[in-house]
């Protein structure tokens, strides 16, 4: 009888640091779709016009609702530790007075972020939340374009987020570090069209 072998690869993780110089010396073109998360240079997928819709819509709702309170950040990079800088589709972030021109944010300047999957939900919430979660990211949601729900993460350790809730489209919910907003997951959204 043949024993089973089990092939083990080693991987070479990388740091923030040299996936910044990376971008900086051409190996990554800096329109390509990447982010490091875990050491990992991760492909992100391609955006559907309902991922467009959605992000666009929570941004403007966002912006209008917390204008002065924290700023809104768009697919731009977060720094989670040395070998993680994803690029969530929204971070509601502290102000910061630079404007963040030295440093993109931290989890400790991070209230809450968004991600918006309409083909990487598996993804977002498992591997992506258990990096937020060990991040030490308090507040994330998934928010499902295909099934119009909304997973919303919360009491974080390294293992993982210790609650996750589910809501419907119409059900609301309010950010931990804003409990008086009141957000319908169907304003966030695309619209239904007709037909479809």
């Known amino acids: ?73 768009c697919q731009d990079p977060i720094t989670l530790n040395q070998r993680s800088e994803p690029e969530p589709d929204i971070a509601v972030v502290k102000i910061d007075p630079l404007d963040y021109a030295d440093h993109h944010p931290t989890p400790r300047e991070v209230y809450l972020i968004i991600e918006v999957a309409d083909s990487s939900v598996k993804f977002d919430c498992e591997t992506k939340g258990k990096a937020y979660a060990q991040a030490g990211i308090g507040d994330y949601w998934v928010l499902d374009v295909v099934e119009r729900k909304l997973y919303v993460f919360r009491d974080c350790s390294n293992d993982g987020y210790g609650s996750e809730t589910t809501l419907g489209e119409d059900d609301t919910i309010s950010p931990l570090q804003f409990p008086d907003l009141q957000i319908e997951v169907s304003k966030m959204l695309p619209p239904h069209l007709s037909g479809k």
Not at 24 to 50: C, F, H, Q, Y
Not at 53 to 67: E, F, G, I, N, W
């Open 1 to 73: 009888m043949m024993q089973s072998t089990e092939t083990v690869f080693n991987h070479r993780l990388w740091t923030v640091e040299e996936y910044h110089r990376m971008a900086e010396t051409g190996i990554l073109n800096e329109d390509e779709p990447v982010e490091l998360l875990e050491g990992r240079i991760i492909w992100m997928s391609a955006k559907g016009t309902a991922h467009s819709s959605a992000v666009a819509r929570t941004y403007k709702l966002l912006q209008k609702s917390l204008d002065g309170y924290a700023w809104i950040i």
